[in-house]
């Protein structure tokens, strides 16, 4: 029994709608990656496929997608993905396209909704990354699309602690980087740039090459549409923070710390350069704070009352007082899980560290600033 071919094709490139490119999170025929749909009167189906790149590292699973997409279709009896790699042209032409109406280098300019939220700490050592990561998780699994930048470009362990494979690199379409997604979470960073060599032994960069570094990271990687972005900045008042405070003036700051009271001096600092850069401190996060023992008792191994202390210290001169966020004690969890790369709040959900990263995800999840008066980022078609 013959078919209307020309009817055919139609609903098969309206299936294909439901094949989403893995990396860059869109509908395939939105990204011009489909050049036709031709099926004849037997109901063979030929689709014209054109990946983004040669050796696309997805291609396997598009092509398979695009097969059972068209071969869902009433009316289609067999079908033949011919594939074919994009022009420069064609690339070009959907960069520009991801990128819309925003210039490049745009795309976290002062009329973006996408919430930013800098991640810093005084001194090294406090778990400013591993609460980054898990943050970023969390919020992830809360429905928020988000972006991660592992700022930290001299001590960068975020791919490691998102479970990414150290050979992990981001995909180039033309000048553009589509960076890799672990749980949900789209993260970027210099040790997916650099040799296995090179990663065992230091990044010797100074001010301006990493100035430029990060200013890379937030133009020519595409995150697409985030609702939030994190930012790992490196411990202390140094290069790359006055960088961010540069290029992210409207970035609001959380500062990580740790029970002591001596640590509140150097914490403090921190905050303060942000806030010199236009930047809002919008909380403090003390971490390893007491250890729960067995009978339910509270070991504190580091002291207390370094987050209050670093809270009340931003707080004087500030708009609006700075709160305490919570309060994440000692973990073993939350170190094997940072091992494994494997979140504890994904991992172990119902330790008291996970429960209290949650607990600080949720409230980061709604937005405290109002979006009135802010131009939507669109353009008429």
């Not at 309206?14 to 869109?26: A, F, G, H, M, T």
């Not at 598009?62 to 009896?77: E, H, K, M, S, Y």
């Not at 200013?215 to 202390?236: H, I, K, N, R």
Request: charge should be negative; proline fraction near 7%; charged fraction near 20%.
């Amino acid at each position: 029994m013959s078919v209307d071919g020309a009817a055919v094709a139609e609903r098969v490139a309206l299936n294909l709608r439901q094949v989403i490119d893995p990396e860059i999170r869109k509908p395939i025929p939105d990204l011009d990656m489909i050049g036709g749909v031709h099926v004849d009167g037997d109901g063979h189906a030929v689709v014209d496929l054109r990946l983004t790149i040669v050796g696309c590292p997805a291609a396997d699973r598009i092509q398979r997608d695009v097969a059972n997409a068209a071969l869902g279709t009433p009316g289609v009896a067999t079908v033949h993905v011919e594939t074919s790699v994009m022009t420069p042209e064609q690339r070009h032409a959907l960069t520009l396209k991801l990128r819309g109406a925003r210039a490049r280098g745009a795309q976290f300019g002062r009329d973006s909704l996408t919430r930013i939220l800098a991640v810093t700490s005084g001194k090294g050592g406090v778990g400013k990354s591993t609460i980054t990561a898990n943050l970023a998780v969390a919020l992830a699994s809360r429905g928020l699309a988000v972006g991660l930048v592992d700022a930290d470009v001299h001590g960068f362990s975020i791919p490691g602690l998102l479970g990414i494979p150290a050979d992990a690199t981001p995909t180039r379409v033309g000048q553009m980087m589509l960076p890799p997604v672990a749980y949900g979470v789209k993260a970027i960073s210099i040790g997916m740039f650099l040799s296995a060599e090179q990663r065992r032994s230091a990044v010797a960069w100074r001010g301006p090459m990493l100035h430029r570094t990060v200013a890379q990271f937030l133009t020519d990687v595409f995150f697409g549409e985030l609702d939030v972005l994190l930012l790992d900045l490196p411990p202390g008042t140094g290069d790359i923070a006055i960088s961010v405070g540069q290029l992210l003036p409207q970035a609001e700051v959380l500062v990580v710390t740790t029970p002591q009271s001596a640590a509140a001096d150097v914490a403090e600092r921190s905050g303060l350069v942000a806030r010199q850069t236009g930047q809002r401190v919008i909380g403090v996060i003390e971490n390893m704070a007491g250890l729960v023992q067995p009978d339910g008792s509270i070991l504190e191994l580091f002291g207390s009352g370094g987050g209050a202390e670093t809270a009340r210290r931003l707080s004087e001169g500030a708009d609006a007082p700075v709160p305490v966020l919570g309060s994440i004690p000692l973990s073993i969890a939350l170190r094997e899980g940072g091992d494994a790369g494997i979140p504890v709040v994904l991992a172990e959900p119902a330790d008291p560290a996970a429960v209290e990263l949650l607990r600080i995800a949720d409230g980061l999840s709604t937005r405290a600033t109002s979006l009135a008066g802010r131009p939507l980022p669109v353009s008429p078609r």
